[in-house]
């Protein structure tokens, strides 16, 4: 079959990867919003699970990977509840890092190994191998990271496809691992890396939509009214499930959560405190003949990452001035 993607253009998929591609798991993840809860206060910020994975699939394949990684690309996320990340807030999991911690099981109550299987590939091979390509511990570069953040940065108009086409083609890959070739490519993608991890992530908007969501979701779960299994499904499924439940305290929480709100950043008298997983970046450049990192070679990359630093570890505190609960 050919897949089309914004990014990375048309590409035939074919024997495994399409039946994978069609399987029940992966197709979910078309229901499952990238940035949580942020569709719900901002219907433009609608990239899906399914077009991040199918995207990281294709950049592993552009990038030379084998057909073992690019299926461990297409499946990385599958194990992602509704709602993406918001669950982690609604747990109080520090790590963010729910769908991983259910992973391994989600997999394997699935059709998934049995596709696998029926191409002469190992599940547990394809789970625990450690993939170059697909997943580095930050700062580097890897393809889950790059995706995600050309994705988002694209389709919400912060960056152009031009933009993005120039950059991929300064990646380079040395011992299975990506680099760029030149640092102003990597400065523009630390730069475009923090437009999505702190101005995106943290957009005062975007943080009001994930504690609503996140609050909604956690006085569900303590009273019993929907069980984690619940969230296995895609987010509608979820929401149609939450205003079916006749409960005033839970109509009132899902009654804000949308976007005609007006918050301001404060200090004091706050509303609403929220603190994301820390992330960095700082890629390794070719240089000369030496893989040297971004900021030793640029104060501007050095600087950006210090700001990041200081901004995510402090947190966001928004007073919430204005709003309206929706009659549910």
């Not at 998929?13 to 229901?31: D, F, I, T, W």
């Not at 609050?215 to 939450?242: C, H, N, P, Q, R």
């Not at 439940?245 to 950043?265: A, C, F, M, P, S």
Request: glycine share 6%; proline share 2%; net charge negative.
């Amino acid at each position: 079959m050919i897949v089309s993607d914004s990014i990375y253009g048309q590409h035939v998929v074919e024997g495994v990867l399409e039946e994978l591609m069609l399987s029940k798991p992966v197709q979910r993840l078309k229901g499952v919003h990238q940035g949580g809860a942020s569709y719900l206060v901002n219907e433009m910020w609608n990239v899906t699970r399914y077009e991040h994975s199918v995207g990281v699939m294709l950049l592993i394949k552009q990038l030379g990977g084998t057909v073992q990684e690019q299926i461990a690309g297409l499946l990385h996320d599958v194990s992602h509840t509704a709602f993406s990340h918001v669950i982690d807030f609604a747990l109080d999991c520090e790590e963010e890092n729910y769908h991983e911690k259910i992973y391994e099981k989600t997999i394997m109550n699935s059709e998934i190994p049995a596709i696998l299987k029926q191409y002469g590939y190992s599940c547990e091979g394809i789970m625990r191998s450690d993939w170059r390509l697909l997943e580095r511990s930050a700062p580097e570069l890897c393809a889950d990271r790059v995706d995600y953040t050309l994705r988002d940065m694209y389709h919400y108009g912060n960056i152009t496809l031009e933009s993005v086409t120039d950059f991929l083609e300064h990646m380079i890959i040395m011992d299975g691992r990506m680099y760029v070739d030149n640092l102003e490519a990597a400065e523009w993608f630390v730069e475009t890396y923090y437009g999505e991890v702190i101005d995106f992530f943290m957009d005062p908007l975007n943080i009001y939509g994930y504690d609503a969501l996140a609050k909604t979701l956690k006085w569900a779960l303590d009273k019993k009214w929907i069980g984690l299994d619940d969230l296995l499904g895609e987010d509608e499924d979820v929401m149609l499930l939450l205003h079916s439940i006749e409960d005033d305290d839970l109509k009132k929480l899902l009654g804000r959560l949308h976007g005609n709100v007006t918050l301001y950043e404060v200090q004091t008298d706050y509303d609403i405190y929220r603190k994301t997983k820390v992330r960095l970046i700082d890629p390794s450049v070719m240089h000369g003949n030496r893989l040297i990192r971004a900021s030793k070679l640029s104060a501007k990359v050095e600087a950006m990452g210090n700001e990041a630093c200081k901004k995510a570890t402090r947190g966001m505190y928004l007073k919430v001035l204005d709003a309206p609960c929706r009659n549910i």
